[in-house]
C-alpha cells in the first residue's frame, strides 16, 4: 500500500467530468492497483476513485507540459503552471483520474502482507449457514452454488441461482446499515464482470436493515430482506418479512 499526502487537484475525465480544486488530501494506492483521492473528514468514504483493474502512470511536469516519459493521452490533457507531477489513473473503458501534485509532504509504502478477511460475528456466521443450508428462503427454485464465494476483494456470504437460473449475490449482516450496501455493490461489480456469472442480482439479508440503508439498496436494483434468527433456527415460523 502507498499513501501519498500532497496538495493537489483532480480531474475526472469519463461518461461523466468531475473537478477536485486544488487542495491538501490522501492519496492512497492499494496492491490490488485501485486508488482513491481522500479528504480529512467524510469518514472512509473517498472524494473519488478508480476501481482495478487500471493503470497508474507518473510523469514529471514544467509548466504545465508533460516531461518524456508521459503517456499519449497526457499531451490533450491540461495541467495546472505551477504543478510539479502528475498522475494519470486509466481503466480499461478508458476512464481517467488525472491527478496534478503541487507539493509532497509524505509519499511511503507499506506491505501490509495477506490478509485473512472479515470474522463475522457469531450471529452473522450463523445466518449465513443457516441461510446456506435453507436457501429457498431466498425464494422459490433458488439453489446454491457455494458459501463464502471468493473475489479479488473478498469473499460473497452466498452465491446462488434463481429459479429462473440467474445468479445471486447475498450479503449476510446482523444490522443493515449502508458500509454493507456499498460491499454488496462493489462484489457485484465485480461479479458481473464475469461472463459465466452475468447477469448478477444482489439481496441483503439482516435482522434488521436501517431506512437509509433500504433506500441506497432499492435505488441500486438490490432486494432487502429481513431474517429472523429464531425463524430459521426452527424455533418460530419460517415465514420471513420482505421489504
Sequence with gaps: MRL???????????????????????????????????????????????SPPCTLTEFEL????????????AATAPFPEDAERAWIVENKAGEQLRISLFSVDLDESQELGEDPGLIKDG??????ELLAEHIGTLGEGYSLIRREYMTAIGPVDILCRDSDGGTVAVE??????????????????????????APVEGVYAAQVIKPQAKTLAEDRGIRCLTLDYD???????LELRLF
Excluded: F
Design 62 to 73: 514544467s509548466g504545465g507540459e508533460p516531461a518524456e516519459g508521459a503517456p499519449a493521452s
Design 123 to 128: 450471529v452473522e456466521a450463523h445466518l449465513q
Design 4 to 50: 501519498v499526502i500532497a496538495e493537489c487537484q483532480v480531474d475526472y475525465v469519463g461518461r461523466l467530468t468531475a473537478h477536485l480544486p486544488r487542495a491538501k488530501r490522501l492519496l492512497l494506492v492499494k496492491a490490488d492497483g485501485s486508488v482513491s483521492v481522500h479528504a480529512d473528514d467524510r469518514a472512509y468514504k473517498p472524494l473519488n476513485w478508480m
Design 231 to 237: 425463524a430459521l433456527r426452527g424455533t418460530d415460523s
Design 172 to 197: 449476510i449482516k446482523r444490522r443493515g446499515e449502508i458500509d454493507g450496501v456499498e460491499q454488496l455493490t462493489r462484489y457485484l461489480e465485480l461479479l458481473n464482470r464475469d461472463p459465466h456469472l
